[in-house]
């Protein structure tokens, strides 16, 4: 299992560098980052320090959207930083949350979606391709390798990636809801004729380390909670188009009912003033809080169920000594062990 960390690109960027680089130095492999240029700083100029201070990491968005950004100059944007640095890009990619609520747009449409990956993806890996009725190729990019993994929770979104994604990126760490959407994408894949184990399996959630006491998981919880209304957003617009028919999982969609509303001025930050509607249960089940042991039982049951990448929210009070933590007790608990001579 591969191991990553979220970053928010919040000044001071040099802060987001060094935990980069911190991440690296324990083990982590991949380094990502919000991207939403209203909120935070932009991001693609941060992942250029980033790689010129590192030497392995692979960076890139949780998630990028095709709203925002030209996807000719999003793909021109990658093949660049894989020339400069080595092909050592990722691009996570959904339908679009507060980069374009931010700015009074919506998320875009599925179809849309679709079309942004194959025009992203072509283009980076220094093939041709058809866009707005002129074929193009980027001519100075023919090394350039870029996969593109899409983050997905509701039914037709997780066939979209099942379908077309490199990876699939699923923003909470439930182990009944990872089984679920790990099988529907999977199912999509050989429905659609390619093989379901070529698909990369990303969770993401925040992640705790506690001391073992109850007044340590509390404080805990309260530092994760803020990722129960993030995710309720994705939950609210499922819902919007699903309705109580069953075909979502009852576990991701019960707890919104109490949703008033998000203030995206607080979004992805400890303490915020709007995700009260988020109970315990759903921060156990959606994050992983408490003591080591707690972290490491959680890798290796979302190992078992085909997850080849966790990654760490890292938008909490403890940065340091998460990393730490992680980095010196588990990764080296769930990390394969080869024997120098049997």
Same mark, same amino acid.
């Given at each position: 299992?591969?191991?990553?960390? !979220?970053?928010?690109?919040?000044?001071?960027? *040099?802060?987001?560098?060094?935990?980069?680089?911190?991440?690296?130095?324990?083990?982590?492999?991949?380094?990502?980052?919000?991207?939403?240029?209203?909120?935070?700083?932009?991001?693609?100029?941060?992942?250029?320090?980033?790689?010129?201070?590192?030497?392995?990491?692979? !960076?890139?968005?949780?998630?990028?959207?095709?709203?925002?950004?030209?996807?000719?100059?999003?793909?021109?944007?990658?093949?660049?930083?894989?020339?400069?640095?080595?092909?050592?890009?990722?691009?996570?990619?959904?339908?679009?949350?507060?980069?374009?609520?931010?700015?009074?747009?919506?998320?875009?449409?599925?179809?849309?979606?679709?079309?942004?990956?194959?025009?992203?993806?072509?283009?980076?890996?220094?093939?041709?391709?058809?866009?707005? /009725?002129?074929?193009?190729?980027?001519?100075?990019?023919?090394?350039?390798?870029?996969?593109?993994?899409?983050? *997905?929770?509701?039914?037709?979104?997780? *066939?979209?990636?099942?379908?077309?994604?490199?990876?699939?990126?699923?923003?909470?760490?439930?182990?009944?809801?990872?089984?679920?959407?790990?099988?529907?994408?999977?199912?999509?894949?050989?429905?659609?004729?390619?093989?379901?184990?070529?698909?990369?399996?990303?969770?993401?959630?925040?992640?705790?380390?506690?001391?073992?006491?109850?007044?340590?998981? *509390?404080?805990?919880?309260?530092?994760?909670?803020?990722?129960?209304?993030?995710?309720?957003?994705?939950?609210?617009?499922?819902?919007?188009?699903?309705?109580?028919? /069953?075909?979502?999982?009852?576990?991701? =969609?019960?707890?919104?009912?109490?949703?008033?509303?998000?203030?995206?001025?607080?979004? /992805?930050?400890?303490?915020?003033?709007?995700?009260?509607?988020?109970?315990?249960?759903?921060?156990?089940?959606?994050?992983?809080?408490?003591?080591?042991? =707690?972290?490491?039982?959680?890798?290796?049951?979302?190992?078992?169920?085909?997850?080849?990448?966790?990654?760490?929210?890292?938008?909490?009070?403890?940065?340091?000594?998460?990393?730490?933590?992680?980095?010196?007790?588990?990764?080296?608990?769930?990390?394969?062990?080869?024997?120098?001579?049997?």
């Amino acid at each position: 299992m591969d191991f990553g960390v !979220v970053l928010q690109t919040t000044p001071p960027s *040099a802060r987001v560098v060094d935990l980069a680089k911190r991440a690296e130095t324990y083990g982590f492999q991949y380094v990502w980052t919000f991207d939403s240029h209203i909120l935070w700083q932009e991001p693609y100029v941060i992942y250029s320090q980033i790689l010129a201070e590192t030497r392995n990491v692979i !960076v890139g968005p949780m998630v990028t959207n095709p709203a925002t950004r030209d996807w000719t100059v999003t793909a021109s944007v990658y093949a660049t930083l894989n020339e400069m640095f080595g092909n050592r890009t990722v691009c996570g990619i959904g339908r679009g949350d507060s980069a374009v609520r931010v700015t009074n747009g919506a998320p875009t449409t599925l179809v849309t979606l679709r079309e942004s990956i194959h025009v992203i993806r072509e283009l980076a890996n220094g093939r041709a391709v058809d866009y707005k /009725g002129s074929e193009l190729r980027l001519p100075w990019a023919s090394k350039s390798e870029l996969e593109v993994w899409v983050a *997905a929770y509701g039914p037709k979104a997780l *066939a979209l990636t099942g379908e077309v994604g490199d990876g699939f990126i699923l923003q909470l760490a439930d182990l009944s809801i990872a089984e679920w959407t790990i099988g529907a994408v999977k199912a999509a894949a050989a429905a659609a004729g390619r093989d379901p184990e070529s698909i990369t399996i990303c969770v993401a959630a925040p992640a705790y380390v506690t001391d073992g006491t109850e007044a340590g998981l *509390a404080h805990g919880r309260e530092q994760c909670r803020w990722f129960g209304g993030m995710v309720g957003n994705h939950v609210a617009d499922i819902v919007a188009r699903y309705g109580d028919t /069953g075909v979502v999982p009852q576990a991701l =969609t019960d707890y919104i009912k109490g949703r008033q509303g998000y203030d995206y001025n607080e979004h /992805g930050q400890a303490g915020n003033t709007h995700t009260s509607f988020v109970p315990d249960e759903i921060v156990d089940r959606f994050c992983i809080v408490g003591p080591i042991e =707690t972290h490491i039982e959680r890798m290796r049951q979302l190992k078992d169920l085909g997850v080849h990448q966790f990654s760490i929210y890292l938008q909490h009070d403890d940065k340091d000594h998460t990393l730490a933590a992680y980095g010196e007790k588990v990764l080296p608990a769930v990390a394969e062990h080869v024997k120098a001579k049997t």
